[in-house]
């Protein structure tokens, strides 16, 4: 099966300089494509992975994948942040300075009069895993009012929904109809989040990135074409916790 992946995958206008490799991953029920730090591509499919429709979808994602390589080649790795008063951040796509505030009894992370409130724990690493929970949070009870409507007009019903850390991956479903989404994806516009909302949807009726998943992600989502790029540009950007 990888041996046919790859073919179809040689036929696409990929940058001779690119070095890729396919692998074949039997518990995987869709597409996963991982960009290494040295910018190398590793393209993970199912064992039943129709060869065609793996190659339409990296042939649609080969312009957000280029940016990423190149920003991998030169070193650009992820953004990192430095927890000081005044920092941006940003909430479902409105910016928020951070203020830094002493610590004590019911500090917590939060947004007060347009700020985001920091309580100085004095180790940065903990400052961001703070910072991370308060948007896994906050994500949790903005998708779970979010959900309903697109479920509805993708027709599933999911099961359990969940916003943690990922890794490297925005967002996840699993066969028994749990969703989950990467924390960081709070920081875009809704519509943005609903971008990958209705491809985990989607991912329930169908497994691969294929026409007919395409179709369906067009139904709920008119300007798909158009979320997408708005999404390739962005995600680059998003903090995912390095300090």
């Keep these: 099966m990888s041996l046919s992946v790859q073919s179809a995958l040689a036929s696409l206008p990929m940058p001779r300089e690119w070095t890729w490799q396919v692998v074949v991953r039997p518990r995987r029920r869709t597409l996963g494509i991982e960009i290494r730090e040295d910018g190398g591509v590793l393209f993970a499919v199912p064992s039943d992975a129709d060869p065609e429709a793996v190659a339409e979808a990296v ?3 080969l312009p957000r994948l280029a940016d990423e390589v190149e920003r991998r080649r030169r070193g650009g790795g992820e953004p990192v942040k430095e927890l000081v008063g005044g920092a941006s951040f940003a909430y479902l796509g409105r910016r928020h300075r951070l203020k830094v505030v002493p610590a004590g009894p019911g500090a917590r992370v939060r947004l007060h009069q347009g700020w985001l409130e920091l309580p ?3 180790s940065p690493q903990l400052d961001a895993r703070l910072i991370a929970e308060w948007y896994a949070a906050r994500g949790r ?7 309903p409507s697109l479920a509805e007009r993708t027709g599933v019903a999911p099961g359990e929904v969940t916003v943690r850390d990922l890794g490297e991956h925005w967002g996840s479903c699993e066969p028994d109809g749990s969703i989950a989404l990467h924390w960081a994806l709070m920081q875009l516009p ?3 989040v609903d971008l990958v909302l209705v491809h985990e949807l989607t991912h329930l009726k169908v497994s691969a990135h294929g026409t007919a998943f395409r179709h369906r992600m067009r139904m709920v989502l008119e300007d798909l074409e ?6 390739a540009e962005a995600e680059a950007d998003l903090w995912r916790g390095a300090v």
């Design 190 to 192: 809704p519509n943005l």
């Design 59 to 61: 042939r649609s994602r």
């Design 120 to 122: 100085d724990s004095g």
């Design 226 to 231: 158009v979320l997408e790029r708005r999404f």
């Design 141 to 147: 009870r903005w998708v779970a009012t979010r959900m």
